[in-house]
């Protein structure tokens, strides 16, 4: 069973970076798409950034410039790195990946780690 474990969450002041890391474990599988959501209190989950196996990204308007997404295929990691963070920033953050196991896609989804970007 595929299983994802998030870090690098925590308290950050405005115009400071943190970087998350996941990393897929678990069973054989091969990943397709990997990708970090946001869900700020009273929002709906959105999607930040998403990265390919191949390399091709995708990140949001409201991030872009300042959240980079990488992967390192060779240990099934992917990263996010957030600079210049914002209080609008706060939220908890989820991995997600999309992946292929057993003849089947899958999608899964890590716990989930809590960004708080305040003076």
């Known amino acids: 069973q595929v299983q994802l474990v998030e870090s690098g969450g925590g308290l950050v002041q405005p115009g400071g970076s943190l970087r998350l890391s996941c990393a897929a474990s678990?069973?054989?599988?091969?990943?397709?798409?990997m990708g970090w959501f946001r869900q700020a209190p009273g929002k709906e989950r959105e999607l930040v950034a998403r990265?390919?196996?191949?390399?091709?990204?995708y990140t949001a308007d409201s991030v872009k410039g300042r959240f980079t997404i990488s992967r390192d295929n060779a240990k099934n990691t992917v990263y996010l790195q957030m600079n210049s963070l914002k209080p609008e920033d706060t939220a908890v953050y989820y991995c997600n990946i999309g992946v292929v196991t057993g003849g089947r896609y899958l999608e899964v989804w890590g716990q989930g780690t809590l960004v708080t970007v305040s003076s």
């Open positions: 678990g069973g054989t599988f091969s990943i397709a798409v």
């Open positions: 990265i390919t196996g191949g390399g091709s990204t």
